[in-house]
């Protein structure tokens, strides 16, 4: 299993509404059937001190290998990338990570 996080940076506007209602459910109709075991939106609050958090918002995408990952992406990555501007210019930080517990 990977976990894939998508992370959005502080700096940019960004459409909670838009991400929300129409990315996210994009995202699990388009990748779900393809592998996508879930699929979490988390926003950004804070740092431990309090301070400003670096990222806004950002997206938890399970999937069952990295075979599925990669077969997702080469169906609709294109698609999904392409609504991005729907709802932020801010450059996603993106990163795979292996379930290990």
């Not at 926003?43 to 077969?71: E, N, R, W």
């Given at each position: 299993?990977?976990?894939?996080?998508?992370?959005?940076?502080?700096?940019?506007?960004?459409?909670?509404?838009?991400?929300?209602?129409?990315?996210?459910?994009?995202?699990?109709?388009?990748?779900?059937?393809?592998?996508?075991?879930?699929?979490?939106?988390?926003?950004?609050?804070?740092?431990?001190?309090?301070?400003?958090?670096?990222?806004?918002?950002?997206?938890?995408?399970?999937?069952?290998?990295?075979?599925?990952?990669?077969?997702?992406?080469?169906?609709?990555?294109?698609?999904?990338?392409?609504?991005?501007?729907?709802?932020?210019?801010?450059?996603?930080?993106?990163?795979?990570?292996?379930?290990?517990f």
């Amino acid at each position: 299993m990977i976990l894939v996080t998508v992370m959005y940076p502080v700096g940019e506007a960004f459409d909670t509404d838009y991400y929300l209602k129409t990315h996210m459910p994009l995202v699990k109709d388009r990748w779900g059937p393809l592998g996508l075991k879930n699929a979490q939106a988390i926003k950004g609050v804070a740092k431990p001190d309090g301070s400003a958090p670096d990222y806004q918002m950002s997206a938890l995408l399970t999937f069952g290998s990295m075979d599925d990952f990669k077969a997702a992406g080469k169906a609709h990555g294109k698609e999904i990338f392409a609504d991005i501007p729907n709802f932020t210019k801010a450059q996603a930080v993106v990163q795979i990570n292996d379930v290990v517990f």
